[in-house]
């Protein structure tokens, strides 16, 4: 049975998820949802698209879709995956997957109650490079610490993301999220304990950061450092980047390799890469996600990982505020 597919946003990062589609077997994309006619138009002319929609609502009213991708501004994802999901409508969602905790708690209750799949792009899960360090961290002995970062140096970007009432925050809900994703997934998906930050905006005049340390204690003892920033004059390497820290031995990515004791381990992957964000990464999330749904399986990351995410990053925002750690209660 052919998948018929449905994408909210006709941006940057839905023609990524678009041409990601177009490379599965029986899936097919009818639709896409977006306010702005001319760029809705152009999307769909580009990809041959059938359907366009204004609204959200307006799609789901005459169905015909089995699932959506949501790749609109970070406000605007709960309420859209909630009407999708209570519709029976599968969902990829674009990280970060609400911009509140609340938002995500009610996304996960729609997919719960439906029994439509609900997904969270959280796409560094799916990178080559980020698998082969994950199959072989038991290499490294217990991990006490991690160092990441998501940065943009000499760059950022503009209109939605910069604006708080959209974003929901800066750097760290867009770059920094990345590096605490993929932190925590080479870790295990841990729970995280509590939360440290020092968040602040110096680059730009918009009313979200661009400048970003957090501090995450995990459940097991591990700590995480994580770096995120927008117009920075320095990273220590590509724009995401991760480091472990084990009892029996080092390893990292972008450069990816092992130290264990005297023995380097060098798997050979190009370094610099020519795209550091791979089509072929996105590709797999949406075989992954096509897979799940056509299975009724639950996908990781999900809403639960996701979940965690926002509960960190709240907890972040909450931690620059007050200048205090902040505990996260399961």
């Not at 999708?84 to 990280?95: D, I, S, T, W």
């Not at 609340?102 to 997904?119: P, T, V």
């Not at 002995?141 to 970007?157: A, D, E, L, M, N």
């Not at 299975?295 to 620059?320: D, F, H, R, W």
Request: hydrophobic residues 40%; neutral net charge.
């Amino acid at each position: 049975m052919t998948l018929k597919f449905a994408i909210a946003g006709a941006g940057y990062i839905a023609a990524i998820h678009a041409d990601a589609l177009q490379r599965q077997k029986d899936t097919e994309l009818v639709a896409v949802v977006d306010k702005f006619p001319e760029v809705r138009k152009a999307f769909a002319d580009k990809l041959g698209v059938p359907r366009e929609y204004d609204t959200l609502a307006d799609l789901l009213k005459d169905g015909g879709v089995d699932a959506l991708v949501i790749g609109t501004p970070n406000a605007l994802h709960a309420a859209q995956a909630v009407a999708a999901l209570q519709a029976g409508v599968h969902v990829l969602v674009e990280k970060p997957m609400a911009v509140t905790v609340r938002e995500a708690e009610k996304m996960i209750d729609a997919g719960q109650k439906s029994g439509a799949c609900l997904m969270v792009a959280h796409c560094w899960r799916f990178d080559r490079e980020v698998r082969w360090l994950k199959a072989r961290t038991g290499k490294l002995g217990r991990i006490v610490r991690t160092k990441s970062y998501g940065v943009h140096v000499q760059w950022g970007p503009a209109g939605w993301f910069t604006q708080k009432k959209m974003a929901g925050g800066g750097a760290l809900a867009d770059m920094g999220i990345h590096a605490l994703d993929t932190a925590r997934f080479l870790l295990g998906d841990p729970k995280p304990v509590s939360v440290y930050a020092r968040l602040g905006t110096y680059y730009r005049d918009f009313d979200v950061d661009d400048t970003g340390v957090v501090l995450v204690n995990w459940e097991g003892g591990a700590c995480s450092y994580i770096e995120s920033g927008w117009w920075q004059p320095h990273v220590d390497g590509p724009e995401a980047a991760t480091q472990l820290y084990g009892l029996q031995g080092f390893g990292q990515l972008f450069p990816t390799w092992l130290q264990l004791g005297k023995k380097t381990v060098d798997p050979g992957f190009p370094f610099p890469r020519l795209e550091h964000s791979h089509q072929s990464m996105y590709d797999d999330q949406m075989a992954y996600f096509v897979k799940c749904v056509r299975s009724g399986s639950t996908p990781i990351p999900g809403g639960a990982e996701g979940l965690v995410n926002m509960k960190v990053i709240a907890a972040a925002y909450q931690s620059a505020r007050t200048g205090k750690a902040v505990p996260i209660h399961s």
